[in-house]
């Protein structure tokens, strides 16, 4: 669907891992070195990135749902990857896992359409709405020049445990802006809790699909860069 100007939006919501943030590259980049580093010449490396970025997934949900702490989670992943690559567990999980993180900080960057097109916002609210921790959100956001530009991070942590694609995790984030949910517009890159998720609340969105080779759900506008965003709005 050919994304089509949207009157009444006054504010608009970013996603951030996928969309402002390349989350991606610095987590593959960040698990590969952390395993090489430990196990070099292990003869599984080339998948150590796809099978951290599954293992992501699972362990953020059960976090999401409450099924087991941040801290647990981040357990629960570097422990599953290792057995699942026949290596040992480390003894201290904490500093294993600290050790990635600072990998994982160190590859924080901002996609190049990301400031210019938040820049050209001026007028609508803008915020954060991620699924993130809050405190290391906060951080990537400042770390890649944003904070200025972008309003409020927000995350279930400080939207009453509600995290995406829960529906009050959209009406308390509009509500943060000040505005109901049908003034504000969602921008991300995962269809079920940036696209179709919102849509429960009567909040508007825009995939933002980088690749551009998927069709976009039906009855939904794609973007495959931030840059389209300032035309569609105004």
């Known amino acids: 669907m050919t994304a089509r100007p949207m009157p009444g939006v006054k504010g608009v919501l970013f996603d951030l891992d996928g969309t ?11 698990i590969t070195a952390w395993m ?25 949900a059960m976090w999401h ?13 570097l422990t599953s990857l290792c057995r699942e690559l026949a290596v040992p567990v480390p003894g201290d999980l904490d500093s294993a896992y600290a050790d990635f993180g600072e990998r994982y900080r160190q590859g924080w960057t901002a996609y190049p359409d990301a400031a210019q097109a938040v820049a050209e916002l001026g007028g609508f609210a803008l915020g954060v709405l991620t699924n993130g921790a809050q405190r290391m959100q906060e951080a990537k956001v400042r770390a890649i020049g944003l904070a200025d530009l972008v309003g409020p991070v927000l995350t279930g942590e400080v939207l009453g445990g509600h995290f995406k694609p829960s529906p009050a995790s959209y009406t308390g984030a509009a509500a943060a802006l000040g505005l109901a949910p049908e003034q504000v517009l969602l921008v991300g890159d995962d269809v079920d809790k940036d696209v179709t998720g919102p849509a429960a609340t009567g909040m508007r969105s825009v995939w933002l699909d980088r690749l551009g080779v998927e069709p976009p759900p ?8 931030l840059t389209e965003l300032p035309r569609l709005l105004r």
Not at 218 to 225: D, H, Q, V, W
């Open 20 to 30: 402002l943030l390349d989350h991606r590259s610095a987590a593959d980049a960040a």
């Open 36 to 60: 090489t580093a430990r196990f070099p010449g292990h003869p599984r490396l080339e998948e150590v990135a796809a099978l951290w970025a599954v293992l992501e997934g699972r362990y953020l």
């Open 65 to 77: 749902a409450g099924e087991c702490t941040h801290q647990e989670q981040r357990h629960h992943r």
């Open 218 to 225: 039906a009855g939904f506008p794609r973007i495959t860069s």
